[in-house]
């Protein structure tokens, strides 16, 4: 291929700070953004559609010989995350036999909460994957629900108990965690690194920008999704988009629970593009 590279957008919220610059302000078009949930983005790193972009980091460690890592990227949290959340009728740990919903778009969350109702809270929920709208009647004692659909339901005040799972993660292993990586195909780099390396270089451009125009961004928010800017401010502010020495180190955690629960077959490497 000698085309536009193919990059993943996850069309959620969380990665404005990324992408704005990207898509906005910087004037290179050697790419084609390819929007999905992280489910979707998935998918189509495997099955060869996507060349690089954002994927789940329990795709990464399913399919570690598929996929590089870029460099310096992730969203992560250290602590309390607002947008990868269960809601419940009952405690977390009154959860033991009762069915629970996943969200179909939902990959790294979905490992998680089995990794954390078994090592922190010693229950297993009865869990069943579906759009989040299916937890409306009463057939579902919680609901995990992830990105803007978290942040939705939290909003409406329905669920009496809400975990955030960046918070129970910090509890359990007191690392950060890392929800999503950006990585690319390893065929893709082998054929293309100078055109992985443009990619890679320009997303950490458009995030620096970003970082550093959080209050401009969360205004722009605001205005379309009809919530308070402070509100928005404090939720990019507490979102981490590196990936440092601490991260590899939970995500390496994050995959050994993995494995111990017979999640994993095996506990990944952490492979870069270099």
């Not at 778009?105 to 009865?126: N, Q």
């Not at 709208?133 to 992830?146: F, K, N, P, Q, R």
């Not at 054929?191 to 620096?208: F, G, I, Q």
């Not at 020495?245 to 939970?250: A, I, Q, V």
């Amino acid at each position: 291929m000698t085309g536009k590279i193919r990059f993943g957008r996850i069309q959620y919220l969380n990665v404005l700070p990324i992408y704005y610059a990207l898509e906005n302000l910087f004037s290179e078009n050697g790419f084609e953004l390819v929007s999905g949930t992280p489910a979707e983005l998935n998918a189509r790193m495997r099955q060869n559609q996507v060349d690089a972009g954002s994927i789940s980091a329990m795709e990464y460690g399913s399919r570690p010989q598929d996929y590089l890592l870029l460099p310096n990227l992730s969203i992560s949290s250290r602590g309390p995350v607002r947008s990868v959340l269960l809601c419940s009728r009952v405690p977390a740990a009154a959860l033991d036999g009762r069915p629970v919903l996943l969200s179909a778009h939902s990959a790294s969350g979905a490992a998680l909460l089995k990794v954390l109702m078994t090592e922190l809270y010693g229950a297993k929920p009865i869990y069943r994957q579906g759009p989040v709208s299916a937890a409306e009647g009463t057939e579902y004692d919680g609901v995990l629900a992830i990105g803007d659909e978290a942040l939705q339901l939290q909003a409406q005040g329905t669920w009496p108990h809400i975990l955030d799972l960046g918070a129970a993660w910090q509890e359990l292993s007191s690392l950060p965690f890392v929800f999503g990586v950006w990585a690319v195909r390893r065929d893709y780099a082998a054929a293309w690194p100078e055109k992985t390396a443009a990619m890679h270089r320009l997303l950490l451009r458009s995030r620096d920008w970003g970082l550093g125009a959080l209050p401009e961004l969360s205004r722009l928010a605001a205005a379309s999704l009809r919530r308070p800017v402070s509100q928005l401010l404090s939720y990019f502010q507490q979102l981490d988009y590196s990936l440092g020495p601490e991260h590899e180190k939970g995500l390496l955690t994050f995959f050994t629970h993995l494995h111990n629960l017979g999640e994993l077959a095996e506990i990944p490497e952490l492979a870069y593009f270099q």
